[in-house]
C-alpha cells in the first residue's frame, strides 16, 4: 500500500506560480498511474491531470490545459503539478492519488480509478 503526502500549496496573486510536490512512501510509484483533483469549498471534486506508470502520456483538464504541467519522478517516489498563470477559479484543496488499475489510460479521469490519496494541499489564489 501506498501512502501520499502533498505540500507546496499557499496564496498566491492570480498570474503567479506554485509547484504542488506529493511524496510517496510505502512502495514505489513506479507501478502506480498518478493523479491530481481538487475541490473548492460547495463543489465536488474534479480531475486536474494524471500520468501514466512511465510518464509516456499525460492527461489535463480543459480548465488547466496549457497552465499545469504534470511530472513524476519515480527515482525520488515523487509526483509534481507545476502550475503556471493561475486564476482565482483554481483556488481548491489539491489531492494526490494513485491507481493500479489495468484501465487507467481509459479512465483516468474518474475518482473512482484511485484507491489511494493524499490529505491534501491548500492552494488559493486572490485577485
Known amino acids: 500500500q501506498v501512502q501520499l503526502v502533498e505540500s507546496g500549496g499557499g496564496l498566491v496573486q492570480a498570474g503567479g506560480s506554485l509547484r504542488l510536490s506529493c511524496a510517496a512512501s510505502g512502495r514505489t510509484i513506479s507501478t502506480y498511474g498518478m493523479g491530481w483533483f481538487r475541490q473548492a469549498p460547495g463543489k465536488e471534486r474534479e480531475f486536474v491531470a494524471a500520468v501514466t506508470r512511465n510518464a509516456g502520456s499525460t492527461y489535463y483538464a480543459d480548465s488547466v490545459k496549457g497552465r499545469f504541467t504534470i511530472s513524476r519522478d519515480n527515482a525520488k517516489n515523487t509526483l509534481y503539478l507545476q502550475m503556471n498563470s493561475l486564476k482565482p477559479e483554481d483556488t481548491a484543496v489539491y489531492v494526490c492519488?494513485?491507481?493500479?488499475?489495468?484501465?487507467?489510460?481509459?479512465?483516468?479521469?474518474?475518482?473512482?480509478?484511485?484507491?489511494?490519496w493524499g490529505q491534501g494541499t491548500q492552494v488559493t489564489v486572490s485577485s
Open positions: 492519488c494513485a491507481s493500479n488499475s489495468y484501465y487507467f489510460s481509459t479512465y483516468y479521469h474518474s475518482d473512482s480509478m484511485y484507491p489511494y
